[in-house]
T-cell receptor, first 116, second 109 residues
Framework: KAGVTQTPRYLIKTRGQQVTLSCSPI?????VSWYQQTPGQGLQFLFE???????NKGNFPGRFSGRQFSNSRSEMNVSTLELGDSALYLC???????????????FGPGTRLTVL | KNEVEQSPQNLTAQEGEFITINCSYS?????LHWLQQHPGGGIVSLFM???GKKKHGRLIATINIQEKHSSLHITASHPRDSAVYIC???????????FGTGTRLTIIP
């Protein structure tokens, strides 16, 4: 079974731009969670989508948004990029919902975003 | 104060040593996860626990709900175990994983 894939793997943007990251979950998994990892804050939960609905959201500004498609693929968007948005963005899929905590999570390789 | 605390922050050991990494939390939880992150960023889920003990190969994870504490043990450690180990909890009534800051483990041949 193919693992979780994320595209692109690396991205460089400038302040003020917007970016869209993509995540394809393991086949049959309906939950996709997104996380931000920075050296200062560590790993933080962004949001979770299950069956095309946002189920949970972390403490991030409205510039961070996402969606999920009928095939469970998910995208996250960050608008009006700030320097502090530079981070590794990870997605993870699981069979069932629950903020990523009630079922084994399978992580993708991440997208490393650099904002200049 | 962080809701999830890990210790030690850094650990260096010789190959073959028995390793223990600790995770303490201050809130009621419904599940606890141990994750492994190798250089380059990839994260692998090692265990999900809500009670007792789980074992997979040389790795053992235990949790004591009353004491709000979990440990990850590695027996016969090997250089390939070098990674950052992260504890994460699902807090009751809050369906969002909350992460510890991680323990960086280095195993020297």
């Amino acid at each position: 079974k193919a693992g979780v894939t994320q595209t692109p793997r690396y991205l460089i943007k400038t302040r003020g731009q917007q970016v869209t990251l993509s995540c394809s979950p393991i086949s049959g998994h309906r939950s996709v969670s997104w996380y931000q990892q920075t050296p200062g804050q560590g790993l933080q939960f962004l949001f979770e989508y299950f069956s095309e609905t946002q189920r949970n959201k972390g403490n991030f500004p409205g510039r961070f948004s996402g969606r999920q498609f009928s095939n469970s693929r998910s995208e996250m968007n960050v608008s009006t990029l700030e320097l502090g948005d530079s981070a590794l963005y990870l997605c993870a899929s699981s069979r069932i919902t629950g903020g990523g905590g009630t079922d084994t999570q399978y992580f993708g390789p991440g997208t490393r975003l650099t904002v200049l | 104060k962080n809701e999830v605390e890990q210790s030690p922050q850094n650990l260096t050991a010789q190959e073959g040593e028995f390793i223990t990494i600790n995770c303490s939390y201050s809130v009621g939880i419904s599940a606890l996860h141990w994750l492994q992150q190798h250089p380059g960023g990839g994260i692998v889920s090692l265990f999900m626990l809500s009670s007792g003990k789980k074992k997979h190969g040389r790795l053992i994870a235990t949790i004591n709900i009353q004491e709000k504490h979990s440990s990850l043990h590695i027996t016969a450690s090997h250089p390939r175990d070098s990674a950052v180990y992260i504890c994460a909890v699902l807090i009751f009534g809050n369906e969002k994983l909350t992460f510890g800051t991680g323990t960086r483990l280095t195993i020297i041949p």
